[in-house]
Nanobody, 124 residues
Framework: QVQLVESGGGSVQAGGSLRLSCAAS????????MGWFRQAPGNKREFVAG????????YYADSVKAPFTVSRDNAKNTVYLEMNSLKPEDTAVYYC?????????????????WGQGTQVTVSS
């Protein structure tokens, strides 16, 4: 069982930056591929970024490549999402997720554990 707690969300103006963190419980954090998703009101939850257990492989949604960087610190049981050049369309609740299966996944159904989400609001 893994419990995930996101933090770092907030309100910024377009062009600004935020760094989201996701702290995980348990001593086996390094066993889980991790991902970030987001969901805007009225929209489906969509993939943002994912990375492998060691962080050596990363994947990004086409809409966030370059401005967003995903990373993890297994010693701190934490995964990060650095978001730069934010746009109003990035406004959403951001969730981190952990997968029980080895790999890097871009679909929500492949993830087994989810955090409660953190709100990111970008104003124009």
């Amino acid at each position: 069982q893994v419990q995930l707690v996101e933090s770092g969300g907030g309100s910024v103006q377009a062009g600004g930056s935020l760094r989201l963190s996701c702290a995980a419980s348990g001593r086996t954090f390094s066993s889980y591929p991790m991902g970030w998703f987001r969901q805007a009101p009225g929209n489906k939850r969509e993939f943002v970024a994912g990375l492998s257990r060691c962080g050596g492989r990363t994947y990004y949604a086409d809409s966030v490549k370059a401005p967003f960087t995903v990373s993890r610190d297994n010693a701190k049981n934490t995964v990060y999402l650095e978001m730069n050049s934010l746009k109003p369309e990035d406004t959403a609740v951001y969730y981190c997720a952990a997968a029980y299966t080895i790999g890097v996944f871009t679909t929500a159904i492949r993830y087994d554990y989810w955090g409660q989400g953190t709100q990111v609001t970008v104003s124009s």
